[in-house]
């Protein structure tokens, strides 16, 4: 731990992070401003599904109607938010537990810069309607050149972060030598290593396939191998998103509640599987793909079973962490210690109750994962019902969770209210669970996901009744996430300046790193092995869709 | 309290060991539905050039439409494109087992039977094959559930079932 280390020397002194701060600031100023327009784009969505058509006055600015609303929302929300808000907390987090700045600050502004450029040159497409193609843009959906250039610039100013870590995490070793990463600096450096590794596809996707034909430098394409290369990335980032909220989860919900982490080798242990495993099973979202075999459909499947258990990991770790607090703050009973959390403490509540709706989307992505009971839900919307719970949820009330202190952190003022973003926070539990436990209902009733069911003509009256539940979850969301603005608002323009900013307070384990085995910390054995299993799950089916493949689907635009 | 007393392996072998069987009972019951209840899941089923399907010249795709390939089993072969099926509805007897041969012309698109374990992408260049039976009467709904563009909420077919 961090903390240990820097016990150990009680005069050290707090390292210069203003750079780090500053990044962290402004990445995740970058990260809300996306989600306040992409999670807008939802309401217009679900009014639209109960017959309220408001893209008719928005048309000035949303040419492309629901469908350039839901593009908007799936790229501002999924790929936007959680990266611009991942890099700034990583960077800070990993800076902060080792208390030393980044290797080179230059780098560290560079990743800044060539993900913003990449954003904006995205950003041009995406609005003036010509890369309606959602967050997936699956080929032959040919969008204008600038969107996928934008994007895989985002993707590569990524990667410069895992590079300055390693370079960071080098010097420290150095001059620390003998000792453990400190667990928050593991965590970040170990998802910066599997979101790098995941990466690998998307980026040969973009680099080898969708930008020289989106330019006219060749062809064709093949839709398989683009799908192939795109889910190779596309499961492994539903990790990228959930690591970071597991780093609060592990090491610092624990400490804000009054406890301690339980386990901090099970913790590495956990990450480690996730580093290993969250890669060779993305082919579990192309169960219903032709041109896949069904032999290597199930290796993922099994595979994806396999993550599960790093998982489960997880959820005992840290509601034992929980309960390790509950019961030091005078709480009894077996399930009883749960009311001695500090559930007035805003970033508490909303991460606890983004944990408790994570329990439902873990079992829901379980159905999704379980090969041919995949067939009764694939491409419903129950999976928007199931990924609205994971990182709608999971992923985005943690994130809120985590700034209603690292705000205050960063600028020095006080959260404005507290008890509204308590408030905020059970808003978004009840309205995300209406929304998407009705999301789910329907799905199993046959309802298309990305359907503009307003316009359908094969709604089916009993979907009538549940999409009206979903909109009134949806509304309850809407007034939530205004809670959420007007709070941040009000702390950047009006919260009192706090005498004394509190530091960060990681917290200690009870099962400290001493006991964890020393192999753990030794990440290029665990990115071997992560290679190989990748090497055995994809390269077959690659080998074969590349082999047969004519490169000659031309691309369209059908919007 | 004691930090000890709250640390016991009893308490973590209790969660690791349900960790573990609970997903490996899991998978158990998913081979068994595929493997001895015969629930299977799409699977290569060759390619074909798009030009030679736009042309109307490929072989399988040149003549779309139902026929009895047996008694009581049918072969339906359709074509998927921006924003309908050809033939947009089949209509059997019940007790029909159908094998759907599809492909798309264009973008990517989704087939979709509600009430019926069919479910498969339909790509440019690929072969969707799928094969379900068909034993209470009534119209079964086909929906594409992939985006195809501006008009993908119209498209959609169905499967009567006399």
């Given at each position: 731990m961090a903390s240990i280390a820097a016990r150990a020397r009680p005069l050290a002194i707090s390292a210069d992070l203003s750079v780090e701060r500053k990044l962290a600031g402004i990445n995740i100023f970058i990260a809300f401003a996306a989600l306040a327009v992409g999670g807008l784009m939802g309401v217009l969505q679900i009014l639209r599904y109960n017959g309220l058509d408001l893209y008719t006055p928005a048309k000035p600015l949303l040419p492309g109607g629901y469908y350039q609303g839901l593009t908007v929302h799936g790229v501002l929300n999924v790929l936007v938010f959680t990266t611009f808000y991942i890099i700034g907390f990583l960077t800070y987090i990993f800076a902060k537990a080792l208390n030393r700045p980044l290797a080179s600050s230059r780098l560290a502004w560079a990743t800044l810069w060539v993900m913003v450029s990449g954003l904006l040159l995205a950003a041009i497409p995406l609005l003036t309607n010509n890369?309606?193609?959602?967050?997936?843009?699956?080929?032959?959906?040919?969008?204008?050149?600038l969107f996928y250039i934008g994007l895989t610039m985002v993707v590569a100013g990524t990667w410069l972060l895992l590079v300055n870590m390693i370079l960071t995490r080098n010097a420290w070793l150095a001059d620390n030598?003998?000792?453990?990463?400190?667990l928050p600096a593991f965590m970040a450096i170990v998802t910066m290593l599997m979101w790098t590794i995941a990466t690998i596809g998307v980026a040969s996707e973009m680099i080898f396939l969708v930008i020289p034909w989106s330019l006219g430098l060749v062809g064709g394409t093949d839709p398989v191998l683009a799908r192939t290369l795109f889910w190779f990335t596309g499961h492994p980032i539903v990790y990228f998103w959930l690591l970071p909220a597991y780093i609060s989860w592990y090491t610092l919900v624990p400490a804000q509640a009054g406890g301690k982490l339980f386990s901090d080798p099970m913790a590495r242990v956990s990450f480690i599987l996730f580093l290993i495993l969250?890669?060779?099973?993305?082919m579990h979202h192309q169960v219903?793909?032709?041109?896949?075999s069904e032999m290597w459909k199930l290796v993922h499947a099994v595979f994806t079973f396999g993550v599960f258990f790093p998982s489960l990991l997880t959820f005992f770790n840290v509601v034992a962490s929980l309960e390790y607090a509950g019961r030091r703050n005078g709480g009894e009973g077996w399930l009883a210690?749960?009311?001695?959390?500090?559930?007035?403490?805003p970033e508490i509540s909303a991460q606890l109750v983004a944990m408790m709706l994570f329990a439902f989307g873990g079992i829901s992505g379980l159905v999704n994962a379980s090969y041919n009971v995949n067939l009764v839900v694939h491409n419903t919307s129950w999976i928007s019902g199931h990924f609205h719970l994971t990182?709608?949820?999971?992923v985005a009330l943690s994130f809120m969770g985590i700034t209603y202190w690292l705000v205050p952190h960063l600028t020095g003022r006080a959260l404005w209210s507290r008890s509204l973003g308590v408030a905020q926070a059970w808003l978004w539990f009840v309205g995300m669970g209406l929304f998407s436990h009705f999301m789910h209902e329907l799905g199993l009733r046959g309802m298309p996901r990305r359907s503009d069911i307003g316009g359908a003509?094969?709604?089916?009256?009993?979907?009538r009744f549940f999409l009206f539940f979903a909109m009134i979850g949806g509304l309850i969301m809407f007034v939530s996430a205004i809670f959420y603005y007007l709070n941040m608002i009000m702390t950047l323009t009006r919260g009192k300046k706090l005498a004394e900013v509190p530091d960060i307070t990681f917290a200690r384990a009870l099962?400290?790193?001493?006991?964890?085995?020393?192999?753990?910390?030794?990440?290029l054995v665990w990115v071997t092995v992560a290679a190989v299993l990748i090497l055995i799950n994809y390269l077959p089916t690659i080998i074969d869709i590349i082999s047969t493949a004519t490169f000659d689907i031309p691309g369209r635009r059908v919007w | 309290m004691k930090d000890k007393k709250f640390i016991s392996y009893l308490f973590e072998v209790a969660w690791i060991l349900p960790s573990v069987a609970i997903p490996v009972s899991m998978m158990v019951a998913i081979l068994v539905t595929a493997f001895?209840?015969?629930?299977r899941v799409p699977t290569s089923a060759g390619r074909v050039s798009v030009s030679a399907v736009v042309a109307g010249t490929d072989a399988t795709f040149s003549q779309t439409g139902l026929r009895e390939i047996a008694p009581g089993r049918y072969e339906a072969i359709m074509l998927a494109q921006t924003f309908m099926y050809t033939p947009n509805t089949i209509e059997i007897p019940a007790g029909s087992k159908v094998t759907f041969v599809l492909t798309s012309k264009d973008v990517i698109h989704g087939f979709k039977i509600e009430g019926v374990p069919v479910n498969v992408m339909v790509i440019p260049g690929q072969v969707s094959r799928v094969t379900a039976t068909f034993d209470k009467p009534g119209e079964y709904l086909i929906v594409c559930?992939?985006?195809?563009?501006?008009g993908h909420h119209v498209m959609f077919g169905k499967v009567i079932v006399n």
């Amino acid at each position: 731990m961090a903390s240990i280390a820097a016990r150990a020397r009680p005069l050290a002194i707090s390292a210069d992070l203003s750079v780090e701060r500053k990044l962290a600031g402004i990445n995740i100023f970058i990260a809300f401003a996306a989600l306040a327009v992409g999670g807008l784009m939802g309401v217009l969505q679900i009014l639209r599904y109960n017959g309220l058509d408001l893209y008719t006055p928005a048309k000035p600015l949303l040419p492309g109607g629901y469908y350039q609303g839901l593009t908007v929302h799936g790229v501002l929300n999924v790929l936007v938010f959680t990266t611009f808000y991942i890099i700034g907390f990583l960077t800070y987090i990993f800076a902060k537990a080792l208390n030393r700045p980044l290797a080179s600050s230059r780098l560290a502004w560079a990743t800044l810069w060539v993900m913003v450029s990449g954003l904006l040159l995205a950003a041009i497409p995406l609005l003036t309607n010509n890369a309606t193609v959602m967050f997936t843009f699956y080929p032959p959906l040919k969008a204008d050149s600038l969107f996928y250039i934008g994007l895989t610039m985002v993707v590569a100013g990524t990667w410069l972060l895992l590079v300055n870590m390693i370079l960071t995490r080098n010097a420290w070793l150095a001059d620390n030598p003998g000792q453990r990463t400190p667990l928050p600096a593991f965590m970040a450096i170990v998802t910066m290593l599997m979101w790098t590794i995941a990466t690998i596809g998307v980026a040969s996707e973009m680099i080898f396939l969708v930008i020289p034909w989106s330019l006219g430098l060749v062809g064709g394409t093949d839709p398989v191998l683009a799908r192939t290369l795109f889910w190779f990335t596309g499961h492994p980032i539903v990790y990228f998103w959930l690591l970071p909220a597991y780093i609060s989860w592990y090491t610092l919900v624990p400490a804000q509640a009054g406890g301690k982490l339980f386990s901090d080798p099970m913790a590495r242990v956990s990450f480690i599987l996730f580093l290993i495993l969250s890669i060779p099973i993305g082919m579990h979202h192309q169960v219903a793909d032709p041109g896949i075999s069904e032999m290597w459909k199930l290796v993922h499947a099994v595979f994806t079973f396999g993550v599960f258990f790093p998982s489960l990991l997880t959820f005992f770790n840290v509601v034992a962490s929980l309960e390790y607090a509950g019961r030091r703050n005078g709480g009894e009973g077996w399930l009883a210690w749960i009311f001695n959390l500090p559930w007035g403490k805003p970033e508490i509540s909303a991460q606890l109750v983004a944990m408790m709706l994570f329990a439902f989307g873990g079992i829901s992505g379980l159905v999704n994962a379980s090969y041919n009971v995949n067939l009764v839900v694939h491409n419903t919307s129950w999976i928007s019902g199931h990924f609205h719970l994971t990182v709608g949820t999971a992923v985005a009330l943690s994130f809120m969770g985590i700034t209603y202190w690292l705000v205050p952190h960063l600028t020095g003022r006080a959260l404005w209210s507290r008890s509204l973003g308590v408030a905020q926070a059970w808003l978004w539990f009840v309205g995300m669970g209406l929304f998407s436990h009705f999301m789910h209902e329907l799905g199993l009733r046959g309802m298309p996901r990305r359907s503009d069911i307003g316009g359908a003509p094969y709604v089916q009256d009993e979907w009538r009744f549940f999409l009206f539940f979903a909109m009134i979850g949806g509304l309850i969301m809407f007034v939530s996430a205004i809670f959420y603005y007007l709070n941040m608002i009000m702390t950047l323009t009006r919260g009192k300046k706090l005498a004394e900013v509190p530091d960060i307070t990681f917290a200690r384990a009870l099962s400290g790193p001493e006991d964890a085995p020393k192999i753990l910390d030794r990440l290029l054995v665990w990115v071997t092995v992560a290679a190989v299993l990748i090497l055995i799950n994809y390269l077959p089916t690659i080998i074969d869709i590349i082999s047969t493949a004519t490169f000659d689907i031309p691309g369209r635009r059908v919007w | 309290m004691k930090d000890k007393k709250f640390i016991s392996y009893l308490f973590e072998v209790a969660w690791i060991l349900p960790s573990v069987a609970i997903p490996v009972s899991m998978m158990v019951a998913i081979l068994v539905t595929a493997f001895a209840v015969g629930v299977r899941v799409p699977t290569s089923a060759g390619r074909v050039s798009v030009s030679a399907v736009v042309a109307g010249t490929d072989a399988t795709f040149s003549q779309t439409g139902l026929r009895e390939i047996a008694p009581g089993r049918y072969e339906a072969i359709m074509l998927a494109q921006t924003f309908m099926y050809t033939p947009n509805t089949i209509e059997i007897p019940a007790g029909s087992k159908v094998t759907f041969v599809l492909t798309s012309k264009d973008v990517i698109h989704g087939f979709k039977i509600e009430g019926v374990p069919v479910n498969v992408m339909v790509i440019p260049g690929q072969v969707s094959r799928v094969t379900a039976t068909f034993d209470k009467p009534g119209e079964y709904l086909i929906v594409c559930h992939e985006y195809c563009g501006a008009g993908h909420h119209v498209m959609f077919g169905k499967v009567i079932v006399n």
